[in-house]
């Protein structure tokens, strides 16, 4: 128990926040009949917890330096609890979405502690063991997300998927109080809170406006006002950023073309691998009729891929340029979402699954290389702030994804169907629409607004792999692998220097 108590006390707390990513996914149509909520209430149920994570992420990393990592990792979990308790009691939307956001919060403080903790307790090759158990259980809990998802909600209902976080939060608390020690950062940090509230108004700003842009309409004065807001709190962000001391993201790094290359890689990866799945997990339920298992057996193509790749890879590509495996990994993506922009009314399931699993090869690829690019990409000093960074971005990606692509997809539907009937589709509510527009109509109108969805996901992808392929290069690059400034920073930091720095897993 003392020798790897503390990792799986880490391990059950991480497992457990990236398990809440995924696993409402196939939840949202029952969710929408029960609670009676629209397209924007199920896309903040999504982005509620995946904006105050990428938000907050930063900013508890730094305070928990300071006030202590296991007190504020216990003080997460505690959160997380209540907010999952109080997701499965809701009587409406608001307060789910609400509740979601709490979660968020501890879910930051959570991830935020994981490796400084496990950094804290293991050195030399316990170390590199426990991050490799560290990132297998993280894949994992993305992995089977929509398959506990859908077996929960088939099950004893979907509020269960909340609820069944309760009993796993308190054996977390118990098991970390006990065998994890305390243990802070650096002497003379200071929390950068005016950085920690610019970045989560700009993030929270930029995600309403595009989700505003769906039901109102990008040229809208409220949209565009929401916009300007994040654009100023953006600046106001980089203007903290260069003056504190002890900044959260310093503005500098963008400076350096790998460094600019791997982030804009790392929110374009999950926001164009998983921000579109809620509306397939939408579409397969509400006009295919599955079941909440069989809608998320579907996923599992992409998941199993990215399984087999990513352990593949870890031996067969090992020295191969991380700019080469993010870059066409991010290519393979677009390549995979370009695949299943094939939809029609008469399309069914299996019409996905050459999509997915190039999309889970090419996550395969990205996931396990992209936190040591970008670590190699900055000097070793900053390899935490990197880490952090990354994870962040990505993160932000997701969110950012979930709220655009619901845009594209109602703004398509709208070419066929009325405003009030696109988005009470987009939102599940086909079975009030069948009476009046037909099943063939229905299932035209969403088969064109996903393969929309699919093309605006396939070129994010794109794009990014090319800007990868051509911003991330030099002799500081990092290998596919554990190698360079990466093993460095994994194996030879002292405690106090340790932070968020390996891949996360990809929800």
Not at 78 to 88: E, I, Q, T, Y
Not at 327 to 339: E, H, M, N
Not at 432 to 443: Q, S
Request: hydrophobic share 55%; net charge positive.
């Amino acid at each position: 128990m003392r020798t790897w108590g503390p990792l799986t006390a880490v391990c059950l707390s991480t497992f457990m926040l990236l398990l809440d990513v995924t696993i409402a996914i196939v939840a949202l149509p029952d969710m929408a009949r029960a609670l009676d909520a629209s397209l924007s209430d199920l896309q903040w149920v999504m982005d509620g917890y995946a904006l105050a994570l990428a938000a907050l992420l930063l900013g508890v990393g730094a305070a928990a330096d300071v006030l202590g990592r296991r007190r504020v990792h216990v003080a997460g979990v505690v959160l997380f609890a209540v907010a999952s308790l109080l997701c499965g009691l809701a009587t409406g939307p608001g307060m789910l979405v609400a509740a979601r956001g709490l979660q968020g919060i501890g879910a930051a403080a959570m991830f935020a502690t994981t490796l400084p903790l496990l950094g804290s307790v293991y050195q030399g090759k316990r170390r590199s063991i426990a991050l490799g158990v560290w990132g297998a259980v993280s894949g994992a809990a993305a992995a089977v997300g929509p398959i506990v998802g859908g077996l929960l909600t088939d099950g004893p209902g979907w509020r269960w998927i909340f609820y069944v976080n309760l009993p796993v939060s308190v054996a977390a608390v118990w098991l970390t109080l006990r065998v994890v020690p305390e243990s802070r950062g650096a002497r003379g940090r200071r929390i950068d809170w005016a950085g920690t509230v610019t970045f989560a108004v700009f993030a929270g700003a930029v995600t309403y406006g595009a989700v505003r842009a769906g039901s109102h309409g990008w040229g809208e004065p409220g949209t565009l006002g929401w916009f300007a807001g994040a654009a100023l709190a953006l600046v106001c962000f980089v203007l903290v950023e260069r003056r504190v001391a002890d900044p959260l993201l310093d503005p500098r790094l963008f400076g350096r073309p790998a460094f600019s290359g791997v982030m804009a890689g790392a929110l374009a990866f999950n926001a164009a691998a998983f921000g579109a799945m809620a509306y397939s997990s939408i579409w397969l339920q509400t006009l295919l009729g599955m079941s909440p298992v069989r809608g998320g057996a579907v996923f599992l193509w992409l998941s199993l891929a990215s399984f087999v790749v990513a352990a593949a890879g870890g031996r067969l590509l090992h020295g191969v340029p991380a700019r080469l495996t993010i870059g066409v990994g991010l290519l393979l993506i677009g390549a995979g979402q370009f695949c299943m922009a094939v939809l029609d009314a008469g399309s069914t399931a299996s019409a996905l699954i050459p999509g997915l699993v190039l999309v889970g090869v090419g996550t395969g690829l990205v996931s396990p290389g992209i936190a040591g690019a970008a670590l190699a990409a900055v000097p070793p000093e900053r390899s935490g702030m990197a880490g952090g960074a990354v994870n962040t971005f990505r993160q932000l990606g997701y969110a950012l994804g979930i709220a655009l692509y619901g845009t594209v997809l109602t703004s398509r539907m709208r070419d066929t169907l009325p405003d009030e009937a696109a988005h009470a589709l987009a939102g599940g509510g086909a079975g009030a629409l069948r009476g009046a527009f037909g099943e063939a109509a229905l299932r035209g109108a969403f088969a064109d607004g996903l393969n929309s969805v699919a093309v605006a996901a396939g070129t994010t992808a794109a794009v990014a792999g090319v800007l990868v392929l051509a911003l991330v290069r030099g002799p500081s690059a990092a290998k596919t692998g554990v190698t360079g400034s990466a093993q460095r920073t994994l194996t030879e930091k002292t405690a106090d220097e340790t932070a968020e720095e390996t891949a996360t897993p990809r929800g």
